[in-house]
């Protein structure tokens, strides 16, 4: 299928063929029919990318001051690994859609229904049952098209919460603007449009509005005290797009006393203490399309608000907008200044960075009836030279495009000489972008397809941990070898059934399965086995883990899809001292520190020859102290391993210290160690059984959290 993308570096806006979205559980898959560019926030977003690195640093300083502290803990390396790979990942354009249901799953949707949604500008999206609404019959596609834009002029709007005879203003009459001062007239306000573009104030006054032209002479507030009778606006609503104060400083002197002020759009936020305190004013900034935004449980997992306690969502906030435009409250057809096939998407984002009269720009997908087809996009494979491999060394393929596969794993294959063969991933855009980027032979639009040619040697799976264990199983079944990110499984009974797929293959040709439990196959751990080798005392380890704060509602949390922190990253702590110990873990236990994720804690380990072992997990340390350091206490002899750069020893014969130029946690050595299992047909890197345990002790400790 045909997708809009933009290259967050260079702001280069693509028309790429892309494999269709995977139709995930409670989403709806919808052709679409039109969708609507915003010449706000989507301009917005293009220029950020066409800044330099400079600019774009001096628009996001939180971000650089995240760079400069992994600069100061983890080297100057990674992070240019790190900040190269955000600044790689293809974007998404989009998110005001209209089109008709093709498949769904969800009970409230079925194929025919034509719907509206945030969905990208993409021949086919996957949407979130909740931020989907049902067409009226008396609405036509294009208006609906602008129902995503239109939700965020009326939450703005409820914010504000104007009542019958108020006098409100607008400040900027943009898409957002125009389209509230329709909805304010609506809701029975006398509307006051205020902008410096003439095209645009002429629309708002043939919806019958007042308007103030502010790049003239006019005292906007002797217009206002004229309109209201010298009592002042009631409410004010930015819908302005600047890093001017000047809107905010304009709202706050038209005000009345106890005036209320709502940001939709951007404006400077040096707000007039003076001003505010005399009148009493109230400053809100409203949150795109209304309550339920940026909440996976409501937007992802499909958990709504109880209508009693939260009456307008997000969706029900669609709902309303397609109402006003179904009783002839509402137009868009004004709001029009061009239309263009989605082939043409790329000029028309370029009239919409040239042309400062574009307003609503329409994109048609023209018939587009047939369903969606499970296409296979393939890849000119002119990258291949890049991993110098040949015909005879394991084909790989990928299942998961995110972050880390691109940053890490991918990377790691091709160094070990890798033949790339296919790659999917859920959202489609991303798989076709790295299978180009690297040389994969295609992008799939799920692993039906990617395996069905039975090329694939490896199958390497870096997806959300919820789905390792099916598409472990999956793989293991064709008989593939597999690489897994950890961790193995989530729940005993994924782990059960993982073993019972492994226990039941053919004893003639038992595939390998390993983990990313790559810590143990860093230079520093096979160094410090090599010195824990040489004597049989027992040891004592203690592991500091400063983990930083993940926020309360990441899906690493969620138990159903993450299987909380333990399970997703203490797991690779409790598998580096089962290595370093070289024997089964006997005995276990954690303290866990009250709160509401409750992953600052203490987990103790004993091991068969009576050493132990201490992790410290802490989410709640400070951001500028390395993440990790190994303490190893034995024989009047001690270890210190610093964040995987700096080894040093005290009392060990012949060694003092190990320190390497970059961090180094041992990706390319495991799965080096992998491919060479696979080529020499030798036992796996890490062990069935040690696999196991590991697992089935950080699901045991994970339970006590």
């Keep these: 299928m045909k997708q809009v993308l933009q290259n967050i570096s260079n702001g280069e806006t693509k028309l790429e063929e892309v494999p269709n979205p995977i139709l995930q559980e409670g989403h709806v898959l919808i052709r679409t029919i039109n969708s609507v560019i915003s010449p706000g926030s989507e301009k917005m977003l293009v220029s950020f990318g066409k800044a330099n690195l400079l600019n774009k640093a001096r628009q996001q300083p939180d971000r650089v001051n995240q760079v400069l502290q992994k600069v100061r803990t983890d080297g100057l390396s990674a992070t240019l690994s790190t900040v190269r790979s955000k600044l790689d990942t293809p974007f998404p354009l989009g998110y005001s859609n209209a089109g008709i249901v093709e498949e769904s799953r969800s009970t409230n949707y079925r194929k025919g229904d034509r719907v509206v949604s945030n969905g990208f500008h993409a021949e086919f999206v996957s949407v979130p049952a909740n931020l989907v609404a049902k067409i009226p019959d008396t609405v036509d596609m294009e208006s609906a098209s602008f129902t995503t834009i239109g939700a965020i002029a009326l939450q703005s709007i409820r914010i504000a919460n104007p009542t019958l005879g108020e006098s409100v203003a607008v400040i900027g009459l943009g898409l957002v603007g125009l389209l509230a001062v329709q909805i304010l007239k609506a809701n029975g306000c006398r509307v006051l449009g205020i902008d410096l573009d003439k095209t645009r104030l002429n629309i708002a006054q043939n919806y019958g509005v007042s308007t103030i032209d502010i790049s003239g002479n006019v005292n906007p507030s002797e217009v206002v005290e004229d309109l209201t009778r010298g009592i002042g606006l009631d409410g004010v609503i930015i819908a302005a797009s600047t890093s001017s104060n000047d809107p905010i400083d304009l709202a706050a002197s038209i005000c009345r006393k106890r005036g209320r002020i709502v940001l939709v759009g951007t404006s400077g936020l040096q707000i007039s ?5 005399k009148k009493e004013l109230s400053f809100q900034v409203s949150c795109s399309y209304g309550p339920g935004r940026y909440d996976d449980q409501y937007e992802l997992h499909g958990h709504d608000y109880p209508v009693g306690f939260v009456r307008w969502t997000e969706q029900r906030n669609f709902q309303a907008f397609l109402d006003l435009l179904s009783a002839g409250n509402v137009e868009t057809s004004s709001l029009i200044s061009h239309r263009f096939s989605i082939e043409e998407s790329v000029s028309a984002y370029e009239t919409v960075m040239s042309d400062s009269s574009s307003l609503g720009v329409v994109l048609n997908y023209g018939a587009n009836d047939g369903r969606p087809q499970k296409s296979v996009v393939s890849v000119p494979n002119n990258l291949d030279s890049r991993s110098s491999s040949t015909s005879k ?31 999917t991933s859920r959202s489609g855009f991303n798989s076709s972008h790295l299978a180009s980027k690297f040389g994969f032979k295609f992008s799939a639009p799920d692993t039906e397809t990617l395996f069905a040619d039975a090329s694939t040697d490896i199958a390497v799976i870096a997806t959300r941990h919820d789905t390792h264990a099916e598409y472990i199983c999956d793989a293991l079944s064709r008989n593939l070898h597999v690489f897994v990110e950890k961790p193995l499984a989530i729940s005993k009974s994924q782990l059960n059934q993982i073993i019972d797929v492994y226990e039941g293959l053919p004893e003639e040709k038992v595939p390998i399965l390993t983990v990313g439990f790559n810590r143990r196959f860093s230079p520093h751990a096979r160094t410090i086995k090599r010195l824990l080798d040489t004597t049989d005392v027992r040891k004592s380890f203690v592991m500091t883990v400063n983990a930083g704060e993940a926020p309360a509602d990441s899906w690493i949390h969620d138990k159903e899809v993450g299987g909380g922190r333990v399970i997703g990253e203490v797991c690779h702590f409790i598998d580096l001292l089962r290595y370093l ?7 276990y236990d954690a ?28 989410s709640n340390g400070h951001k500028d102290v390395p993440k990790e ?11 210190f391993l610093d964040n995987f750069r ?10 003092k210290k190990q320190n390497l130029r970059k961090q180094d946690k041992g990706q390319f050595a495991c799965v080096k160690e992998l491919m060479q299992s696979v080529q020499q047909s030798t036992q796996p890197p890490i062990s069935i059984p040690e696999l196991i345990e590991v697992t089935e002790v ?8």
């Design 273 to 277: 203490r003076d001003a505010f305190y």
């Design 393 to 423: 060394n394991p084909k790989v393929s990928f299942i998961g495009a995110g972050n880390y596969a691109k940053s890490f794993l991918i990377p790691s294959f091709i160094e070990n000489k890798a033949i790339l063969h296919g790659i």
């Design 581 to 587: 110990s070289g024997y089964r873990i006997v005995d």
């Design 591 to 618: 303290v866990i520190m009250d709160s509401l994720t409750r992953d600052t804690l203490s987990v103790t380990l004993k091991f068969l020859d009576g050493s132990i072992g201490t992790i410290h997990y802490f």
């Design 629 to 639: 350091r190994l303490e190893i206490f034995c024989g009047s002899k001690i270890l």
């Design 646 to 655: 700096k080894l040093t020893g005290f009392g060990w014969k012949g060694f």
């Design 698 to 705: 950080s699901i045991e400790i994970q339970s006590l959290c």
